[in-house]
């Protein structure tokens, strides 16, 4: 909705700048509909043409949160924190084979059932599930493990940004895509040499909005729609660089509760959770004497 908002003033800003300058605004009125659906139409089949289905999906998906920022907040690092302690806390008292049970019952585990509001997410299942797998496994090097989550953290980021990268190239094709428009107009305005001057400047200014259409829709709404997912996507990531470092920390031997802490440094300083908070919720998260031994 903000951005609807922005691009409406835009709007209102460049017409009213265009009619108190003396322009006729009936001459953008009356070709905006042809030329939007000669540009528009164009881009949006070149991008079906080049993407398959998922992508497509994933560019609404993200182009409609583009106003709402990324999904995580401070509730969301709250709760992954708390039942990262809660996991490492087991794996540092009975082991990391004890970790299967949760693993292979994500819905069942009596830890993560509890933190339902990030256990379903992406940097948690089906990520988390498969480096904890590893861990059992006895993935225990703290360099090995590292690696192994950079190299999925770094696919999965790949992956993310081909969505960003398909609306650059939309933004970038837009005004090549609203010269085609004008050259139509071009086109039918010679094809009509024998009309009054007044209607060959009508038509001829109506081919023009094509390029004023292209230029506008590429650099006012697709190139800034796509800086902004990519900003959330990059947000986003966040969640699998938490996940790391904790784990990462808890393969160096460092407690539980300090792995924790160390992971809470990787959230954005607008989302991050005071010490006191994590602590507030980790207390729902300890047991006693478990706490003491983590």
Known sequence: ????????????????????????????VYALPIEM???GGSAVSATMISRDKKIL?????????????????????????????????????EGVVALEKHIDNFDESDIISKYT?????????PFMRDILRAMTLQLTDPHRLEDMMDRAIEKIRH????VAHTLYTVA???????????????IRAMGSVDEPPEIL????????????????????????????????????MTLFTVVRDALVAHANGIPAHVAVEMARGAV???????????????????????????
Do not use: W
């Open 1 to 28: 909705m903000k951005i609807l908002v922005i691009c409406l003033i835009t709007v209102v800003i460049l017409s009213g700048t265009f009619i108190y300058a003396g322009g006729n605004i009936m001459v953008i």
């Open 37 to 39: 659906v000669i540009i």
């Open 57 to 93: 999906t994933e560019i609404v998906s993200l182009t409609k949160r583009a106003s709402k920022g990324s999904r995580y907040h401070k509730e969301h690092y709250t709760s992954l924190l708390a039942m990262l302690y809660a996991l490492l806390r087991i794996a540092k008292i």
């Open 117 to 125: 509001n990030i256990a379903k997410e992406e940097a948690v299942d």
């Open 159 to 162: 992956e993310r940004m081909i």
């Open 172 to 186: 970038d094709s837009l005004p090549a895509l609203g010269i085609v428009a004008a050259v139509l107009g071009v």
């Open 201 to 236: 400047a009508g038509m001829v200014g109506s081919a023009l909005v094509g390029t004023f259409l292209g230029v506008f829709l590429a650099y006012v709404i697709a190139a800034p729609i796509a800086g902004r997912v990519e900003h959330i996507i990059e947000e986003e």
């Open 268 to 294: 954005p300083s607008h989302d991050q959770p005071s010490y006191d908070e994590v602590e507030e919720s980790l207390r729902h998260s300890r047991g006693g004497g478990e706490a003491k031994a983590a």
